[in-house]
C-alpha cells in the first residue's frame, strides 16, 4: 500500500532526540533581521539551496499554483526573485500583483510563511543580476519558452544551440521579458517545530504608519 512509504507520526523518543530548542528568536521586534539570522543558520546546514522558497499565486480562474523559486534578493522593500514574464506565474504575478512565499528549512525544524503584494523590479536591477548568472544560463533565459510543449530534448538543445549561434563572441543581454519581481510583505509569519504540537508561531503585520506588530498564534 502505498501508505507504507508515509513517515509515521513522531514518537515522544524522535522529540526528545531533537535536542534543546532555540528560544531567544521569539523576543525579536521586527521580522526581516530575524529573517536574515535564520537564512544564515539555514545556510550552515542546507544541503542545497538553503534560499529555496514555495511561490504561490492565483490564475484568472481563481486556481492557485505553486512551485519552487531562488529568493535572490531581501531588503526592507521585500524579498526578490527572477523568472521568465510570460510563463504562468509571470502573466499571474503581473494580472494579480500579489504572492505568498514559504520558506522550510527541515535541519533546523522552521518554516517562514509571507505574504504581500508583488511589483516588477528596475530594468537596472534586472539587468544587473542578469550580467552576474553563468553565460549558459542567460543563453538559456532566450532559448527556452518557458511552460509550453516542446517536441523533445533535441528540439531544446537545436533551440540552445540556435541561440548560442546567435550571441556567439558577443555578450548576451536579458531578454526584454526575463525580469525581476519584488514581494512586499504585509505579513511574515515565522513558524518552529515543537513536541507534541506545541510549536511557536509569531506573526508580524506591516502597520500602515510604518513599523510591525507581533502577535503569537496558536499551533
Known sequence: MTDSIIPPTPSRADYLDNGPRKMGWLEADEPIS?????????????????????????????????????????????????????????????ETGKAALCFHWKSWHRQIRVRGAVTPVSDAESDSYFAERARGSRIGAWASDQSRPVASREAMVDQVEAVEARFADTDVPRPPHWHGWCVAPDEIEFWQDGAFRLHDRILFKRQNAGGWTKTRLYP
Open 34 to 94: 530575524l529573517f536574515q539570522k535564520w537564512l544564515a543558520k539555514a545556510g550552515e546546514t542546507e544541503p542545497n539551496d538553503p534560499n529555496a522558497m514555495s511561490l504561490a499565486t492565483v490564475d484568472a480562474n481563481g486556481m492557485p499554483d505553486v512551485r519552487i523559486v531562488l529568493l535572490k534578493g531581501l531588503s526592507e522593500t521585500g524579498f526578490v526573485f527572477y523568472t521568465n514574464g510570460k510563463s504562468p506565474k509571470g502573466r499571474q504575478l503581473a
